[in-house]
C-alpha cells in the first residue's frame, strides 16, 4: 500500500473492498473463472537514511507496514511477495547507501521479483 501514511488507509481501504466483493460472490456461487487472482507485495521497510547501516532496524518502525500489510491479507490472497524474506537484514542490498525504499537498482526489488 506503499510508504506514504495519507495514502495507505485509502489503498488497503479500496483492495479490502474488491477483495470482499469477490469473496461474497463466491460465498453466493459465483464461481465465474474469470475472477482476478490478487497478489500482493509487502510494503518495504523505511526509516531514515542511515549510511553503512547494517540493520534496516536503526530508525522508525520498519517493520510495522509489513505487520500491518500482513495482518490485512494473508488468507486472503493466494500469494504475498516478500512474506519469505528476512527483512531485519536487508541493509546489506542497499547500493551506494541509503535507506530501506530508496533503493538503487538492481536491488531488493529486483530480489522480490524473482
Known amino acids: 500500500a506503499g510508504v506514504h501514511d495519507d495514502a495507505r488507509p485509502l489503498i488497503h481501504d479500496f483492495y479490502t473492498q474488491v477483495l470482499d466483493c469477490i469473496q461474497e ?35 522508525g518502525d520498519p517493520l510495522g507496514r509489513i505487520d500491518e500489510d500482513k495482518s490485512l491479507y494473508l488468507g486472503r490472497v493466494p500469494k504475498i511477495l516478500g512474506n519469505e524474506l528476512d527483512w531485519d537484514n536487508f541493509a546489506k542490498y542497499h547500493v551506494g547507501g541509503g535507506d530501506c525504499v ?9 530480489i522480490l521479483a524473482k
Not at 35 to 58: G, N
Not at 102 to 110: E, K, L
Open 102 to 110: 530508496h533503493y538503487m537498482q538492481p536491488g531488493v526489488h529486483d
Open 25 to 59: 460472490a463466491k460465498k453466493k456461487g459465483d464461481d465465474n473463472p474469470n475472477w482476478p487472482t490478487f497478489i500482493y507485495m509487502l510494503t518495504p521497510q523505511q526509516h531514515k537514511t542511515v549510511r553503512d547501516s547494517a540493520s534496516c532496524e536503526d530508525g
